[in-house]
């Protein structure tokens, strides 16, 4: 059974870096053809994809957000880590990591969100 | 960068109905397509991948179907467990959603 959970802060301030750790299990991230990504949802409003890592390190970033992400993996931890740096009121959003099977092309596996308040 | 837009935004329906959700990429994207329900509060979840699969435990009331730029999800005979919101999502280049229709009850 694959689970994954977000973490980090709750609240950031305007201009301050959002660091979001998320954290699996029942799949390895060495696996050939898995990936995570990270994708939010300000309150009422679309999804937005974000980054994905795959298992070979190779990273995809959305390129409206690209200049403000990092993902990174710690295969050894069993996590995937998000930093949004320069944060914004309009950044708040529920944050969501997801696991893309093995050589597929969709999110089969969700975390349960957290939610980020960007207020100063 | 590759924009995928849904129509309609939002859609009333009552329980029986078959109701068809659209959803256009700005440039091809093959089957690379898949359709997500979420419902409040809620993780989204898969409903259809690669433009017409059905992951396992998904109903056969939700179908798929297009190639190209022009997609669609139909919902066969909608039950009170269908009222959520839909969502495109291109998996060609990166995996950008669409804005999202919401299915009421009417």
């Known amino acids: 059974q694959i689970t994954l959970k977000e973490s980090g802060p709750t609240l950031v301030k305007p201009t301050q870096t959002l660091t979001l750790t998320c954290t699996f299990s029942g799949f390895s991230l060495s696996t050939s053809g898995v990936g995570v990504g990270w994708i939010r949802q300000p309150p009422g409003k679309a999804l937005e994809w974000l980054a994905l890592i795959y298992w070979d390190d190779d990273k995809r970033y959305s390129p409206s957000l690209k200049s403000r992400l990092t993902i990174t993996k710690d295969t050894s931890k069993n996590q995937v880590v998000l930093t949004m740096t320069n944060m914004d009121p309009v950044d708040t959003a529920t944050y969501y990591c997801a696991h893309r099977p093995p050589d597929l092309y969709y999110f089969d596996s969700w975390g349960q969100g957290a939610l980020v308040t960007v207020s100063s | 960068d590759i924009q995928m837009t849904q129509s309609p935004s939002s859609l009333s329906a009552s329980v029986g109905d078959r109701v068809t959700i659209t959803c256009r990429a700005s440039?091809?994207?093959?089957?690379?397509l898949n359709w997500y329900q979420q419902k409040p509060g809620k993780a989204p979840k898969v409903l259809i991948h690669a433009a017409s699969s059905l992951p396992g435990g998904v109903p056969s009331r939700f179908t798929g179907s297009g190639s190209g730029t022009d997609f669609t999800l139909t919902i066969s005979s909608l039950q009170p467990e269908d009222f959520a919101t839909y969502y495109c999502?291109?998996?060609?280049?990166?995996?950008?959603f669409g804005q999202g229709t919401k299915l009421e009850i009417k």
């Open positions: 440039q091809s994207i093959n089957t690379y």
């Open positions: 999502q291109q998996s060609y280049s990166t995996y950008a």
